[in-house]
């Protein structure tokens, strides 16, 4: 079983970065993907949760509007979409899977880990 994430960098405030995050080792339509964040000195936190489908999401509330989260099942890909990009988004970004769509916030639900991607958002 394999998450790669990649698609972070370095980009100024205001700006926007897609993540995007390659699956392997499992059937991954059958799996609920989510984005988390770890910002420095700080615990992991939810991002955002897109169920089997890709037809229903939800945000923590200092994304909503500003990120979006999609998938591509034919692809075994989850993405995300970050926009207004500031500099509390500063962090690495983790994508996770699991295999049922509730108490999705809770990162000790989730079975399936990515190594992360470090995103830089510069003043």
């Known amino acids: 079983v394999q998450l790669q994430a990649s698609g972070g960098g370095l980009v100024q405030a205001g700006g926007s970065l897609r993540l995007s995050c390659a699956a392997s080792?499992?059937?991954?339509?059958?799996?609920?993907m989510s984005w988390f964040r770890q910002q420095p000195g700080k615990e992991r936190e939810f991002v955002a949760v897109?169920?089997?489908?890709?037809?229903?999401?939800n945000y923590a509330d200092a994304m909503k509007g500003r990120f979006t989260i999609s998938r591509d099942n034919a692809k075994k890909m989850v993405y995300l979409q970050m926009n207004s990009l500031n500099t509390e988004d500063t962090a690495v970004y983790y994508c996770?899977?699991?295999?049922?769509?509730?108490?999705?916030?809770?990162?000790?639900?989730?079975?399936?880990w990515g190594q992360g991607t470090l995103v830089t958002v510069s003043s």
């Open positions: 897109i169920n089997w489908s890709g037809d229903g999401t």
């Open positions: 080792g499992f059937t991954f339509s059958n799996y609920v």
């Open positions: 996770a899977a699991k295999n049922y769509y509730r108490d999705n916030q809770n990162s000790e639900r989730y079975k399936y």
